[in-house]
């Protein structure tokens, strides 16, 4: 690596974010897997906590390298941020979203990954400014209610980022569609957050088409939430 920052962490900060960068790189190829980004479109990050006890700032983030190929994308690859999205480690410009992700793991501590896709049906709704509304079961689950738009903001600096927070603070869902651009998703890890952006898309395209048939039914409020919670607290291996 032509940049050797990371040093000054020491051994156990160098170890967890190696782990980061094996994690990061093989769920870069579920994007493409499950057809939500074409060419380099799109991006994985997760958070590397420096000091558990210390301020968030002194956190880092492993994220894609700029303008390469999924199929290019190795462990090695993975570019090393600190949160005011400077390079830490890497021999490659980092991610034209990195200032959005570092925002975004500045503002809500309890977010541990984000990603970023140009998935088809949920831009589509990005494009039009337009939530998705809570019609379906599986949404009531994963997102807690409609899926909600965020302002338009230009790439390159942490008005993305800014967008992210000011939309989901406060709401249950991990994905928000960025007016004109496309949605970026949050969880507690990366691989929480590659799981939202595979849900986000594939209820965008059911509610689509549903409304090719007509007018979706809504589903009560009181249901929702007692679907959320039960999905959130009950479901699966615990």
């Avoid at 509304?133 to 909600?148: N, R, S």
């Avoid at 008005?159 to 496309?182: K, Y």
Wanted: glycine fraction near 8%; charged fraction near 20%; include cysteine.
């Amino acid at each position: 690596m032509t940049t050797t920052a990371l040093d000054a962490y020491g051994p156990d900060v160098r170890e967890a974010v190696a782990r980061a960068r094996e994690k990061v790189s093989a769920l870069h190829a579920e994007l493409p897997r499950w057809g939500l980004v074409v060419w380099t479109a799109g991006n994985v990050s997760q958070r590397v906590v420096v000091d558990p006890a210390g301020p968030s700032e002194r956190d880092l983030l492993v994220i894609k390298p700029s303008g390469v190929t999924y199929d290019e994308l190795t462990p090695e690859s993975m570019v090393v941020c600190d949160l005011q999205a400077n390079l830490v480690e890497g021999d490659r410009a980092p991610s034209s979203d990195t200032a959005a992700h570092a925002y975004v793991y500045t503002h809500m501590p309890h977010v541990g990954g984000v990603v970023h896709t140009h998935s088809t049906y949920a831009t589509a709704w990005a494009a039009r400014a337009e939530p998705v509304p809570c019609v379906l079961t599986m949404m009531a689950d994963e997102f807690g209610g409609d899926i909600p738009i965020g302002p338009f903001a230009l790439i390159g600096d942490d008005s993305i980022g800014r967008g992210i927070v000011e939309t989901l603070r406060g709401s249950r869902s991990p994905a928000v569609l960025m007016r004109n651009h496309g949605p970026f998703t949050i969880g507690k890890d990366a691989k929480a957050a590659v799981k939202a952006a595979v849900m986000v898309e594939e209820v965008a395209r059911t509610v689509h088409i549903s409304r090719q048939l007509g007018e979706p039914l809504p589903i009560a409020q009181s249901d929702i939430d007692s679907l959320y919670a039960r999905y959130q607290n009950v479901y699966g291996q615990h």
